[in-house]
């Protein structure tokens, strides 16, 4: 960024344009009186004709650099200091077999597919926060720490496959207390339990209720999504000869047990029941967790006006040399 001190002696600049006028004034008036000047005609003109506004062009660069060089150009660097407040995420997904049902996007798209797509959207828009994922069926295990690298956290994400942690049943108690465990001993201003499933818990070490205590005693609010359209779901099967068939699966989901461990928490719980609905979701937590950012700017200029004075006075040098010398005008 280039700024003027003293952007006043920019004035000077306009004793450009009186310097042209008095030289082309000047020249109008010069003139020698022959008495015929057909022999004259004859004579090729000296190469030094096409360098005669060499001078000119030297007062006037030599004034516009002078008059730079006043003004005080100075030349900043912009630095900035963030203090953040992070925020600690561990979003936490369900992996157990009826995640294969397809009733959150078209067939073809099973509800870990779709919740895959929006989950990735969500890391996408965090910044400055520490994100961590955790999957659960049967067990419960971190699939990726807290981490800011976000490009690494994706790539686990799309690791995450049906059945990569049981998928005969769903620990919600054990993916709770692997995910606040994970928090423990974060310094977060605030630290947030992101968990989506699709059913209730039937499997596990501790009770989901035991976890959600834990979660308050250490601080963090956890938010629940129930994922899976109302009533009944397709859910892909093969048949004897190995074709693709689709069966209807009733979906049940705990919802009052969601609420009860959101509610423990200060957290809250959602019902997505399509893709567009989980969207919002995640949307709606990403505006309620954001990180507070208090940002300091300062500007650091260095002086440049020594360039252009240099410039200037060698061009007044350049100018009186030649106007003595090559371009020395008879009296």
């Given at each position: ?147 800011l690298d976000y490009g ?47 059913g209730r818990n039937n ?95 300062y500007m650091e200029y ?30």
């Amino acid at each position: 960024m280039l700024r003027f001190h003293d952007p006043y002696w920019l004035l000077l600049l306009l004793v450009i344009p009186v310097i042209i006028w008095n030289y082309l004034r000047m020249k109008a008036k010069s003139s020698v009186t022959f008495s015929a000047i057909d022999n004259l005609k004859k004579i090729k003109p000296s190469r030094s004709l096409y360098y005669r506004h060499v001078l000119l062009a030297l007062q006037c660069l030599a004034v516009a650099a002078l008059a730079v060089a006043l003004a005080r150009p100075q030349k900043g660097k912009e630095d900035s200091k963030v203090i953040t407040e992070g925020v600690d995420i561990i979003i936490t997904v369900d992996t157990s077999g009826s995640m294969r049902a397809e009733d959150l996007a078209e067939r073809g798209k099973n509800r870990l597919h779709v919740v895959k797509e929006v989950v990735k959207e969500f890391i996408k828009k965090r910044k400055d926060d520490r994100l961590g994922l955790v999957v659960y069926g049967e067990d419960a295990y971190t699939q990726c720490p807290l981490t800011l690298d976000y490009g690494v956290l994706l790539k686990f994400l799309e690791k995450c496959k049906i059945g990569m942690a049981g998928e005969n049943s769903t620990s919600i108690g054990d993916a709770i207390a692997t995910s606040v465990l994970r928090l423990e001993d974060s310094n977060a201003k605030s630290k947030v339990v992101i968990l989506l499933t699709d059913g209730r818990n039937n499997s596990g070490l501790i009770p989901p209720e035991t976890a959600a205590e834990m979660a308050r005693s250490l601080g963090v609010k956890i938010y629940t999504i129930g994922a899976g359209s109302k009533g009944m779901a397709p859910v892909p099967a093969r048949d004897f000869f190995g074709n693709t068939v689709y069966q209807k699966v009733p979906v049940d989901i705990d919802e009052n047990l969601l609420m009860h461990v959101a509610n423990v928490t200060s957290g809250k719980y959602f019902r997505a029941t399509n893709k567009s609905s989980l969207k919002k979701i995640y949307s709606d937590i990403d505006k309620m967790e954001k990180t507070k950012v208090e940002t300091f700017h300062y500007m650091e200029y260095k002086e440049k006006f020594a360039n252009y004075a240099l410039a200037g006075a060698g061009l007044i040098i350049l100018y009186i040399i030649l106007s003595n010398t090559r371009f020395r005008k008879l009296p």
